[in-house]
């Protein structure tokens, strides 16, 4: 059977679909942003729940999800590959992960956003917090977002 939509993995090294979701991020973040490889495999890997996006069996996407303590969710490694993108991927992500934080019981979402993405945030509801800072030599912006308005049917 062919794998079509966004699926939620748990951390597994050696599993097709995690592997596959860090498959999508090594092409976006290392190969495509020139991510230091060491930034992207980071310690939370075990500890975050995957998502991985699949178009006819071909992972296009993927993201992470994890507890960033007092009950804030951090969204992190949101990607896709750059020649699905405008196709609507990122917002399926995303509503996986929103979904996905609002199952376990999360208040708030929060997310490093490169600053070219931002829009894309602010539509879905996510308000920036702070100013403009550098991470792995990158544009971002602090966002947040409340898990109630995480499932108000906001799109993309």
Do not use: C
Not at 49 to 64: I, K, S, T
Not at 86 to 95: K, Y
């Amino acid at each position: 059977m062919t794998r079509e939509g966004v699926f939620e993995v748990e951390y597994d090294d050696g599993d097709e679909d995690y592997e596959a979701a860090v498959s999508v991020r090594y092409a976006v973040f290392v190969e495509e942003q020139g991510v230091p490889e060491d930034l992207e495999l980071d310690e939370h890997e075990a500890d975050a729940v995957h998502f991985v996006a699949y178009d006819e069996g071909e992972p296009v996407g993927a993201a992470r999800l994890r507890d960033y303590g007092d009950g804030d969710a951090k969204v992190e490694r949101v990607a896709v590959l750059v020649d699905r993108r405008g196709e609507g991927w990122g917002g399926r992500l995303m509503d996986a992960v929103e979904a996905a934080a609002a199952e376990r019981g999360f208040d708030r979402l929060v997310l490093n956003s490169q600053t070219h993405a931002a829009g894309f945030y602010r539509r879905r509801g996510y308000e920036q917090v702070g100013g403009e800072f550098e991470e792995a030599g990158i544009p971002h912006v602090t966002m947040v977002k409340s898990v109630a308005s995480a499932d108000d049917g906001s799109t993309v």
